[in-house]
């Protein structure tokens, strides 16, 4: 699977988890930049993350997303 095909799933996923369809995902995108992210939307997030694409996020993965690019990016490395 490409970046573009991740980022198209996960971007369904922000729909989804947010109830936004407007949000557009950007490697330099925060908790900061989306209405209603707060720690349990994030963990849902993530559990739908790891559902859709059939991994398992480690905690020590989990604590260096920082933005959505590096979830991006940890996304395609488990699945490669």
């Known amino acids: 699977m490409n970046r573009n095909e991740i980022i198209e799933k996960t ?3 922000f729909h989804e988890i947010f109830k936004d369809d407007t949000i ?3 490697d330099d995108m925060t908790a ?3 209405e209603n992210w707060d720690s349990l939307t994030h963990m849902l997030m ?3 993350v790891e559902e859709v694409f059939g991994i398992k ?3 020590k ?3 260096k997303l920082k933005m ?6 940890t996304i395609e490395v488990k699945l490669s």
Request: overall charge neutral; aromatic content about 4%; cysteine-free.
């Open 11 to 13: 971007t369904a996923i």
């Open 24 to 26: 557009v995902l950007r």
């Open 32 to 34: 900061a930049d989306v």
């Open 46 to 48: 993530i559990t739908r």
């Open 57 to 59: 996020f480690k905690l």
């Open 61 to 63: 993965e989990l604590n």
């Open 68 to 73: 959505v690019g590096d979830l991006i990016s």
